[in-house]
């Protein structure tokens, strides 16, 4: 980006959106709609999931309680999304002897592409019962909570991905 000649930022458009280098871009990017620049891959964060192959309800539950969630998304061992699974329904398969995730697995989870604008995703998110699963060629990538479109969208400060 340019003034008087001169370059005052160089970078992507959403690297300026989202870091100014000065007041002048801060002033030129403070009008740009960030739902419809931002994508999925600038807010998505690092998912918690359990493996189907080799861990059952007990290691679900376990890492749902360390990590303070109610659901886990579970992938297999390629990290193929196989769907999720909630505190309840694995409480109840803990305390009914099942072993097996398969039993109490749901499919019914809200998706995106690494490139689905957070307008898009607001509209995915608004009466989703988990996180939106970040999904490429099948491969869970990353979750997104309503928090993080809710901080993009107010002042432009992304969530650093760590998928």
Same mark, same amino acid.
């Given at each position: 980006?340019?003034?008087?000649?001169?370059?005052?930022?160089?970078?992507?458009?959403?690297?300026?959106?989202?870091?100014?280098?000065?007041?002048?871009?801060?002033?030129?990017?403070?009008?740009?709609?960030?739902?419809?620049?931002? /994508?999925?891959?600038?807010?998505?964060?690092?998912?918690?999931?359990?493996?189907?192959?080799?861990?059952?309800?007990?290691?679900?539950?376990?890492?749902?309680?360390?990590?303070?969630?109610?659901?886990?998304?579970?992938?297999?061992?390629?990290?193929?999304?196989?769907?999720?699974?909630?505190?309840?329904?694995?409480?109840?398969?803990?305390?009914?002897?099942?072993?097996?995730?398969?039993?109490?697995?749901?499919?019914?989870?809200? /998706?995106?592409?690494?490139?689905?604008?957070?307008? @898009?995703?607001?509209?995915?998110?608004?009466?989703?019962?988990?996180?939106?699963?970040?999904?490429?060629?099948?491969?869970?990538?990353?979750?997104?909570?309503?928090?993080?479109?809710?901080?993009?969208?107010?002042?432009?400060?992304?969530? /650093?991905? @760590?998928?």
């Amino acid at each position: 980006m340019m003034k008087d000649g001169m370059i005052v930022q160089i970078g992507t458009p959403e690297e300026i959106l989202m870091n100014p280098a000065n007041d002048y871009v801060e002033r030129f990017v403070e009008d740009v709609d960030r739902s419809k620049v931002l /994508t999925a891959s600038h807010i998505m964060k690092r998912p918690e999931t359990v493996d189907i192959e080799k861990h059952g309800p007990r290691v679900a539950l376990e890492r749902m309680r360390e990590q303070g969630l109610s659901s886990l998304y579970v992938v297999d061992r390629a990290r193929q999304l196989k769907g999720y699974v909630t505190a309840d329904d694995v409480k109840n398969a803990r305390e009914n002897d099942k072993k097996d995730l398969n039993a109490i697995l749901r499919t019914d989870m809200p /998706t995106a592409n690494m490139d689905t604008s957070v307008h @898009d995703i607001f509209e995915i998110i608004h009466n989703a019962p988990v996180p939106v699963a970040v999904v490429e060629d099948g491969k869970l990538k990353g979750i997104i909570v309503r928090g993080a479109v809710i901080a993009a969208l107010a002042n432009g400060s992304g969530v /650093t991905t @760590d998928a």
